[in-house]
């Protein structure tokens, strides 16, 4: 497998406040890292692709100004909730496809819990 | 991208075998099967993935019959431990989206 980390783990936040959670691929170099969020109950929904050297793509219905991501190496990957709202709470997982190996498989990093007052 | 169909729950006991089956009726060529266990406010772990046939690593076995339209996951001996969400995705070898169902919550009992 290949090992993927979040920080924070959770988090908790007054409303308006921007939130950035990292994402980081810790044996691999990842050509493509996704963004997920998981609400209560419910299976987890797209919320944008991020490749190498490129901008986000968001999938349809995701504010890609609220939603603000940052593939900022081969290693790391950056979300981050701008004016957070309570609304916005759910449980944010990303996922990376690691660059140069035989496998298409995806791993996932732990995810992150964020909580807005 | 092929659209997955699984029963939302399941309940078992400790120590049988387990057999998820999930439909794909409409999975195309270059398609291929992959399942992800999930545990409450964890991320999804990898479990197995299969293109066609029968696929068999250490922790559990992918049935895909020669039409590819459903495929199941089996879990042998299950214990406490492997009470989860099971999700069934059919990935196409051109993108990279996972697009997940509703899974099925798998109840394992004592």
């Known amino acids: 497998g290949a090992v993927v980390s979040q920080h924070p783990s959770w988090v908790i936040c007054k409303s308006g406040t921007s939130v950035k959670i990292e994402c980081r691929s810790l044996?691999?170099?990842?050509?493509?890292m996704f963004w997920y969020r998981q609400f209560p109950k419910q299976s987890l929904m797209l919320m944008a692709t991020?490749?190498?050297?490129?901008?986000?793509?968001?999938e349809q219905g995701v504010e890609k100004d609220k939603f603000l991501i940052n593939h900022a190496s081969l290693t790391l990957s950056t979300l981050t909730v701008t004016s957070a709202h309570p609304e916005d709470s759910s449980f944010y997982i990303c996922?990376?496809?690691?660059?140069?190996?035989?496998?298409?498989?995806?791993?996932f990093g732990p995810g992150t819990r964020l909580t807005v007052l | 991208l092929a659209k997955t169909t699984q029963p939302i729950s399941m309940d078992s006991y400790e120590g049988q075998e387990v057999n998820i089956t999930c439909s794909h009726n409409?999975?195309?060529?270059?398609?291929?099967i992959t399942w992800y266990q999930q545990f409450p406010s964890q991320g999804p772990r990898f479990i197995i993935q299969?293109?066609?046939t029968k696929v068999t690593n250490e922790v559990a076995s992918l049935f895909i019959p020669a039409d590819r339209k459903s495929s199941t996951l089996s879990l042998p001996r299950v214990s406490l431990s492997d009470t989860a969400v099971y999700y069934c995705?059919?990935?196409?070898?051109?993108?990279?989206?996972?697009?997940f169902g509703t899974g099925t919550r798998l109840q394992v009992f004592p």
């Open positions: 995705l059919v990935i196409s070898y051109n993108t990279d989206k996972l697009i």
């Open positions: 299969g293109y066609k």
């Open positions: 996922s990376v496809k690691p660059r140069d190996r035989g496998s298409d498989t995806q791993y």
């Open positions: 044996d691999f170099q990842a050509t493509t």
């Open positions: 409409n999975i195309a060529t270059n398609d291929y």
């Open positions: 991020s490749n190498e050297g490129s901008k986000a793509t968001y």
